[in-house]
């Protein structure tokens, strides 16, 4: 069992920057990916970016040089520093956990982020 825990979530003037943290917390004991996604009223769930045990990353194309995923393997915990942010950026932000051999996932409960004048 995994749980996620969120912080760092908030409002911000179209410009800013946020960053944002998830704290995993059980059983990491396989390949995994931790990453960020994103869910905008009506809209459906769509990637952010992501981070592998060693460090490898995947951007969403509209979040290259704005955003960076970054991660601290002993505490199990991943970050997201926002910058540049647009009013389209406002969504409920989740992290997720992804684990292979076998397969499991695993979401946080999300924090909104609202970018505005």
């Known amino acids: 069992q995994v749980q996620l825990v969120e912080s760092g979530g908030g409002l911000v003037q179209p410009g800013g920057s946020l960053r944002l943290s998830c704290t995993a917390s059980?059983?990491?004991?396989?390949?995994?990916?931790m990453g960020w996604y994103r869910q905008a009223p009506g809209s459906e769930r769509v990637l952010v970016a992501t981070?592998?045990?060693?460090?490898?990353?995947d951007y969403a194309d509209s979040m290259k040089g704005r955003f960076t995923i970054s991660r601290d393997n002993a505490e199990n915990t991943v970050y997201l520093q926002m910058n540049s942010l647009k009013r389209e950026d406002t969504a409920v932000y989740y992290c997720?956990?992804?684990?292979?051999?076998?397969?499991?996932?695993?979401w946080g409960q999300g924090t909104q982020v609202t970018v505005s004048s």
């Open positions: 059980g059983s990491i004991s396989s390949l995994h990916a």
């Open positions: 981070i592998t045990s060693s460090g490898n990353t």
């Open positions: 997720n956990v992804a684990f292979f051999r076998p397969w499991a996932e695993y």
